[in-house]
């Protein structure tokens, strides 16, 4: 054999094992059966049933083995998520979810994102029950008893669709920052029982946290529609009524007639309803539904309550009939000494209101 010859043949030798080297899978691919059963071993930690094909697939395979490496990572499970979302499997991707909060002690993130899964699988009861999980791990969190009203209401659970988004309305911290996916939820709630009056009010209270902002064509065609449906009564005065803001604290307390039971009450305006006491409601004979159930905040942390109704409120001559209250169990302090109840928006929002540093004005809207 010539050189030359010789010399092509190692070259042509060379190329042969430097293509089989590129076309050969890498070692990190191709699971040993060490890796394998690491991997079946998460699936079954996960309740997961897939077929050979999805979970052998590059994405979803990357996520088991971190979840492998690392069972409570919480950035693997995310991603193995939208891994077999992406993969047509939202199932499965919510069964994971769930199945890692319940082993990694309570992931509440991981429960928002089965249910949002849920939701759009239109299993509400599911949903439902799995929000419930979300409120045990943050029970000062509003979010997720506004994923567990959207289930009710979505569900025709729509009584505990309202008490839901009640609850998420008044555990929001800053209501001048609030969404209104709330509000619109509520209104929506009471719009689907029929009770158009009531829907109205949702509305108006978003508006008032932010005229500026929220004040606009939408909300008004969703107000006029729904106070033309349920032939609406605005509340009635025979003037405007003054009250001075007394000093330091900025509360404003004003006496207030109750089914014509008088009491004290402070005025507020970022309380979505008439709350009173429950001593007080009981004595003014109003209307409760014992069998709703929303959480508050109070000064003394949060308290549970129930809605109710009001035959009529009147302050001065400001009147307003058939108004939605919330009636809470008395603690000492509530409201502070000697005080019944919150003045809140279920009975200002049916009034022209102006509030300053030293004045509130309250008449009869045109």
């Not at 076309?23 to 990190?28: E, F, G, H, Q, W």
């Not at 025979?238 to 006496?255: D, H, I």
């Not at 109704?309 to 302050?315: H, K, P, T």
Request: one cysteine or more; charged letters at 20%.
């Amino acid at each position: 054999m010539t050189r030359a010859r010789f010399a092509t043949l190692a070259r042509l030798l060379s190329l042969i094992i430097a293509s089989a080297a590129l076309n050969a899978p890498a070692a990190s691919q191709t699971p040993g059966a060490g890796d394998t059963d690491d991997l079946l071993a998460v699936m079954e930690r996960l309740k997961l049933r897939l077929p050979t094909n999805v979970s052998g697939s590059d994405s979803v395979r990357r996520f088991l083995g971190q979840l492998s490496r690392e069972r409570c990572d919480q950035q693997a499970i995310a991603d193995l998520g939208k891994a077999l979302e992406s993969a047509g499997y939202r199932r499965e991707a919510s069964t994971a979810l769930v199945t890692y909060s319940e082993t990694c002690g309570g992931h509440a993130q991981s429960l928002r994102s089965a249910v949002t899964i849920l939701l759009r699988l239109s299993d509400y009861d599911t949903a439902a029950k799995v929000a419930s999980k979300v409120i045990e791990l943050e029970p000062f969190n509003g979010a997720g008893y506004l994923q567990r009203a959207l289930a009710h209401e979505l569900g025709g659970l729509l009584q505990k669709a309202i008490d839901d988004y009640t609850t998420a309305i008044e555990l929001y911290g800053d209501k001048k920052k609030i969404p209104s996916v709330s509000y619109i939820g509520l209104a929506r709630s009471y719009d689907k029982l029929g009770q158009f009056c009531d829907a109205v009010l949702p509305i108006e209270t978003w508006v008032s946290l932010n005229p500026a902002q929220n004040d606009t064509s939408q909300t008004q065609a969703m107000i006029a529609t729904y106070r033309s449906e349920g032939k609406c009564e605005l509340g009635t005065a025979t003037g405007e009524e003054v009250f001075a803001v007394s000093r330091p604290n900025n509360v404003v307390r004003l006496p207030v007639e109750i089914n014509g039971t008088r009491g004290l009450f402070v005025l507020d305006t970022g309380a979505t309803f008439v709350t009173l006491k429950n001593t007080f409601a009981q004595k003014a004979k109003v209307q409760v539904d014992s069998n709703s159930i929303v959480r508050l905040n109070t000064a003394n942390g949060t308290s549970t309550a129930k809605r109710g109704r009001a035959g009529s409120i009147q302050l001065r001559s400001l009147q307003a009939k058939e108004v939605p209250v919330v009636v809470q169990d008395d603690a000492k302090g509530l409201f502070g000494e000697g005080v019944d109840g919150l003045l809140g928006m279920s009975f200002l929002s049916r009034f022209k209101l102006t509030v300053d540093a030293k004045i509130v004005r309250i008449s009869a809207r045109k």
